[in-house]
Each structure stands twice: as C-alpha cells, then as structure tokens.
C-alpha cells in the first residue's frame, strides 16, 4: 500500500516543521486527534502513542518519530498496532516566490501487512490506506496549512530540539 498527500502552504518551512514535529501538540490544535502519548525520548527519536479519529471512528498506533531538519523530513515507523510496520515520511521543502516563501509538504505512507494473507494487500489498498490513512493525513495538513498561514501569535511551541534553525527563528 502507498498514500500520497501533499499541499502548499503560504508559510516559512520552519513555521511548517515544527507544526509536524510537535506531535504531542496536535491533540490541541487537530481535532481529529484524540490523544498523543510520549512513551520514550531517547537520542535522535521519540516514541510516541498516536490516537485519531477517521470520521468517529478511532485508530491508534505506537510510531518511532525521528527528525531530520537538515533534510527537512519527519519519519515515523509504526511499531505497535494493526499498521505495525508502517513508514511514513513528511518531506518539508520551502520555495521563494515574488509573493513570500511558500512550503510544500508530502506525506507519503507505505505498508505490507504481513496478517491475513488473502486480505492483506485489498485491506492495506482500501481500508487501511484510502479509507483511513489517506483521510487522517489530508485533515491533518489542511489544518496545519490553516494555523501556519494564520500564524497563530498564541500556539504553544515546542520546537524540534533537532532543528538548528529554531533557535534562530522566533
């Protein structure tokens, strides 16, 4: 299985990173996260518990979040749940244009389950993929668009501890 959501948004790249960083947040500021446990911070990565909604229906997963701003891609590997196994990439790529600087933003999802054989490949297509993942990440990116173009003075920061260019940009 393989998603692909993308959009462009009217916002510095930091601005845009941070937003997907910081994870822990998104509870607060995406209302189709139920909840987000830190598990573990350790090194370069975090382990974090992620509960959505896709439409009233809950999901939740357990993912390794590492950061790589010098790149700037987030990558999360599931590691507990029905999507064990999953990697999903942000890829987080600024332009200059006549108007400002604008951000593009892909998230892509890849998964092979290995459960049910028969019914791995059509559940990880439909179900999982165009019926789950691909609607909680296209909500997820239209409301990170919205808050970074607002640029919203009273958002809660926690900024990437990873990215050098933070402590630059305030």
Known sequence: MFTENTITINAPAESVYNLAWDVLNWPEILPHYRRVT??????????????????????????????????????????????????????????????????????THEFEPHWVPVLGAFAAKYIIGRFFVHNIASKTLKKIKEIAEAQLPTLPRRPCPHNERERVVR
């Open 38 to 107: 830190l598990l573990k911070e350790e090194g370069d990565h975090r382990v974090v518990e992620m509960a959505a909604s896709r439409d009233g229906i809950p999901v939740s997963w357990v993912s390794i979040q590492k950061p790589l701003p010098e790149i700037g891609r987030i990558i999360f590997r599931h590691i507990g749940g029905p999507t064990t196994g999953m990697y999903v990439e942000w890829i987080i790529r600024e332009d200059t244009t006549e108007q400002g600087r604008i951000t593009h933003v892909r998230i």
